[in-house]
């Protein structure tokens, strides 16, 4: 009689066999979930190209002109994207002036100065303030910081849209994320440095910044450059206290419309497809696209510099 | 800073070693300070909410109740009451109560809610803040007896029950935040359920399965890295131009058979939301999978298990409750995410509650920012009622979020 049998070695290795055929196929299906992401960043930027391509098309519109005029009048065919340009740059100078220096500050406090006790308190509550979300910052600016303006600058000076208002206010919703990374970076600093500083007889501040802030200075940089590209995305804040309609001024108590303001108001309203009107958010928004990226991948350099020296 | 004064190199002199310590201690208090400041915001932040979200109201009626009926409505039956209804009201507008609810089935505590809004329609023609309230009473008064001879002063507190249940209307005190509570739950399910397996896949993925030398695993994780930064606003443009567009007829619903709605839709604007929490979701799960010590996955291996069985049972399990935190914490930021939810095209007058993943929607930052940006002041009451119910959920979920990492934490130093 003749039986057909599979030896226990052949029977193990069809059981290898079918099952690597299965771990083939989950791996590659993670591998797919994993490259969706890909295709969001080129989905991202062929759709801002191609659209910006065919704002650029639009007779009366030029990529020159797009870049170097100074009115922004969409009504009257008028495509100058300076003045949203700089109400970006003025919101986000005034938000920096106020969280880098404080958000330094705090880092250097809450890593160097205080007990562990106190910052177990102190982080948690920063943690709720970077928590906050944007639209709740916009309406304090308005409801807020723009009163209190005008009753120190004088109602006169003061517009109920101001660029300064909202500047300030995302200088505040800047300052925990500036302070926890650059806090990250001092705490990455060897304490066999400041041992040494402590021992050659420095004091406490000396030590602090003249030893441990210059070694940790990279994660600083990355910081510092991520708050930019996080002020200049920033758009409810904007949107709701430094006023609507472009104006080309640098007076910061002056309404002026920045560029992601300019695009939660044009796609908030009726849009029809296909206008200049709307081609003209994807050009703006491939703008704003660039500028984050490429300050992204900057901080990320710097990042890394200090992640590679300390850890 | 340190001058060498004499051979050594060093200075001895007590009064410039004075001088260091004081500049330190000068130093040490600007540090501190700074931190100040930034929890002086936070508190004055919630003050200001507060102070906007109570206090006194000057209300006008438009009908006398007196006028109505001389016996108050608490001693009237269900049947006079229904009788004050249909004299004062108009045929169409019984017509469209009675479409929510017949008459006939209310109670009489609803009856009463019923007349009072709809035909004594109280009206706030005034409203001060809680600090106004406190410390300018007799101004307040004198103010509403000059301008609203008819108008009677009350204390109100915006954010009560009536407030939480009731649908949108252009009249402040009768406005209410069910539908956009509603919309913003939807969105952040249809995010999470998008978001929360891609997520975790991709996770695996490049935990687990991608080997750094080769140069297309580094670049998606360059990539997701990048994605975090880009600001959310061009999510809503991509949502615009690809859920919203695109595959408008899968998100207004037109491929499961139905017609006539908008693209505009609670599934575009939770899709849109799930791309961008994506990558922050699978940063978090990445550092989850990566605390599963190594030892772990040898022991398992070392049994004959193959990759996936050793990720499934052994990796997955203790890399959970890292997982869910971060997940929680997705999910506070999708409850807040503005900027795209206006792009993908939310709007603000919806009135019936969201039926369908292919309804229109809106959400409750949507309104939040509606409403901030109208002029009356009553309107800035509401919107920061809104703003105290959208602060009390993100509080809630990232103390949950705070409270499984350290039970976590926990367990894991006890084993």
């Known amino acids: 009689m003749k039986k057909s049998q599979i030896s226990p070695n052949q029977k193990s290795s069809l059981f290898i066999k079918k099952h690597y055929r299965g771990e083939f196929i989950i791996q590659a299906i993670f591998f797919l979930c994993a490259a969706l992401s890909i295709f969001t960043t080129l989905g991202i930027a062929y759709e801002l190209i191609k659209e910006s391509l065919l704002f650029f098309r639009t007779p009366g519109v030029s990529i020159i002109e797009f870049l170097t005029t100074t009115t922004w009048q969409p009504t009257i065919g008028q495509y100058g994207v300076l003045p949203l340009l700089t109400a970006t740059l003025i919101t986000s100078f005034f938000a920096l002036l106020i969280a880098i220096p404080l958000g330094l500050g705090a880092a250097i406090f809450l890593s160097e100065y205080s007990y562990p006790s106190t910052r177990k308190i102190i982080k948690p509550l920063l943690e709720i303030l970077a928590g906050v979300p944007t639209v709740v910052y916009g309406y304090f600016a308005l409801t807020f910081m723009t009163p209190l303006l005008r009753s120190l600058l004088g109602a006169d000076n003061v517009q109920i849209y101001n660029m300064l208002s909202a500047g300030l206010v995302m200088g505040i919703m800047i300052l925990p994320l500036f302070s926890s990374m650059s806090e990250d970076a001092l705490n990455a600093v060897p304490s066999s440095l400041r041992e040494a500083a402590f021992a050659l007889g420095s004091t406490k501040f000396e030590t602090s910044t003249m030893i441990v802030v210059p070694s940790a200075l990279s994660g600083i940089v990355a910081a510092f450059i991520v708050s930019v590209s996080r002020a200049i995305g920033e758009t409810m804040i904007v949107a709701i206290a430094s006023g609507s309609g472009s104006a080309f001024t640098f007076n910061p108590l002056k309404a002026a419309e920045t560029m992601t303001g300019y695009i939660a108001r044009i796609s908030g309203g009726d849009i029809s497809y296909n206008t200049p009107d709307y081609n003209s958010i994807f050009a703006i928004g491939l703008l704003l696209f660039i500028f984050t990226y490429i300050l992204n991948l900057v901080s990320r350099r710097f990042s890394k510099k200090y992640r590679e020296v300390y850890e | ?415």
Request: aromatic letters at 8%.
């Open chain 2, 1 to 415: 800073m340190i001058d060498s004064k004499n051979q050594n190199g060093f200075n001895h002199d007590p009064k410039f070693m004075h001088a260091r310590l004081k500049t330190g201690k000068i130093w040490h208090r600007l540090f501190f300070s700074s931190t100040a400041i930034g929890i002086m915001a936070l508190i004055i932040l919630l003050i200001s909410i507060i102070n906007q979200s109570l206090g006194f109201v000057a209300v006008e009626n438009i009908k006398d109740p007196q006028s109505i009926s001389t016996i108050p409505f608490e001693q009237l039956s269900n049947q006079q009451l229904i009788e004050i209804l249909k004299i004062n009201l108009s045929e169409n507008r019984l017509k469209t109560i009675e479409r929510e609810k017949p008459l006939l089935e209310m109670g009489q505590s609803e009856l009463i809610k019923l007349i009072t809004e709809k035909v004594v329609d109280a009206k706030v023609v005034a409203s001060w803040t809680l600090w106004q309230s406190i410390f300018e009473k007799e101004k307040i008064s004198a103010l509403v007896e000059a301008s609203y001879p008819n108008a009677q002063i009350s204390f109100r507190n915006w954010l009560n029950w009536d407030f939480l249940v009731r649908s949108f209307s252009s009249r402040p005190e009768l406005a209410g935040i069910r539908v956009a509570i509603k919309g913003s739950l939807l969105i952040v399910l249809i995010a999470i359920a998008f978001a929360f397996p891609i997520g975790i896949s991709s996770a695996i993925y490049l935990e687990e399965y991608a080997h750094p030398s080769k140069w297309l695993n580094r670049f998606i994780q360059t990539n997701i890295d990048n994605l975090v930064g880009i600001p959310s606003i061009i999510y809503g443009i991509l949502g615009l131009a690809v859920f919203v567009r695109t595959l408008a007829p899968l998100t207004s619903g037109e491929v499961f058979g139905i017609q006539g709605l908008s693209s505009r839709s609670i599934l575009s604007g939770g899709l849109t939301i799930g791309l961008l929490i994506l990558p922050m979701f699978i940063l978090n799960a990445q550092e989850a999978i990566r605390a599963v010590p190594k030892s772990l996955r040898q022991a398992s291996y070392g049994l004959g298990a193959t990759k996936w069985q050793t990720i499934r049972s052994h990796v997955l399990p203790s890399a959970v409750p890292g997982i869910l935190t971060g997940s929680i914490l997705a999910v506070s930021r999708a409850i807040g995410e503005t900027a795209p939810l206006i792009v993908v095209g939310a709007s603000t007058y919806i009135t019936s509650d969201p039926s369908s993943p292919f309804s229109g929607f809106t959400a409750l930052p949507i309104i939040i920012y509606n409403w901030t940006t109208r002029p009356q002041d009553q309107f800035r009451n509401i919107a920061s009622a809104a703003i105290i119910v959208l602060l009390i959920s993100l509080l809630s979920l990232n103390a949950l979020a705070i409270f499984l990492r350290n039970h976590y934490n926990q367990t894991r130093v006890n084993l």
